[in-house]
């Protein structure tokens, strides 16, 4: 079956827009997840749902970032008012049931903020 | 604060060999342990997982031990060859049920 999809796969923006990520888990899967890779950096966590609800958002690294799910299944991630820091790979995963499986990732979307 | 820690960051050798990548995290209260691969380009691909109660996981040429009371993975990989060059990620699953990562180890399997 598919895996995990992202869209856009790449994004350039101009400072001070806004921008939205989008997130298909595998179908079934109720978690999912969001990280982001920023240019030499390793992966920082943001934020994970189980079904619809995000019971942690600590990983946000801004109030400029949300996230939401609807019907269990697409995902988006929207930050407004860009910054050149936003810059960076932002990942995706879905796992099938609790956070402790395994977890399946897209192929990200790049993000380059001018 | 949980923190991980992979060394070394790169690594090259010949394709053959048999080598060990190291992982090391700074608090032993987590779920489990994951080794990802990384491919240029694409997107993480989950290797094995290892549950805080398990000590190894073996897949084909890949295996992974866990210590956690010591905060210790490896993963070894037999007999390496050209397609396992690659970065590697290790990453916990903390009691926040937050992935934290490390920062990889960059493999390079020379033909």
């Known amino acids: 079956g598919a895996g995990v999809s992202q869209s856009p796969s790449n994004k350039v923006t101009e400072k001070g827009k806004d921008v939205e990520l989008r997130c298909d888990p595998i179908s079934g899967h109720t978690a999912l997840y969001w990280y982001r890779q920023s240019l030499g950096q390793g992966l920082e966590f943001l934020i994970y749902f189980q079904g619809n609800s995000a019971p942690d958002k600590s990983g946000l690294p801004s109030d400029r970032f949300s996230a939401e799910r609807t019907g269990g299944s697409v995902s988006t991630l929207t930050i407004q008012r860009t910054q050149q820091e936003d810059s960076a790979v932002y990942l995706c995963?879905?796992?099938?049931?609790?956070?402790?499986?395994?977890?399946?990732f897209g192929p990200g979307t790049r993000l380059l903020v001018l | 604060k949980q923190e991980v820690t992979q060394i070394p960051a790169a690594l090259s050798v010949p394709e053959g060999e048999n080598l060990v990548l190291n992982c090391s995290f700074t608090d032993s209260a987590i779920y489990n342990l994951q080794w990802f691969r990384q491919d240029p380009g694409k997107g993480l691909t989950s290797l094995l997982l290892i549950q805080s109660s398990q000590r190894e996981q073996t897949s084909g040429r890949l295996n992974a031990s866990l210590d956690k009371s010591s905060g210790r993975s490896t993963l070894y990989i037999a007999a390496s060859q050209p397609g396992d060059s690659a970065t590697y990620l290790c990453?916990?699953?903390?009691?926040?049920?937050?992935?934290?990562w490390g920062a990889g180890t960059k493999l390079i399997i020379k033909p």
């Open positions: 995963a879905s796992s099938p049931g609790t956070v402790q499986e395994t977890q399946y």
């Open positions: 990453a916990v699953l903390d009691s926040n049920y937050q992935l934290i």
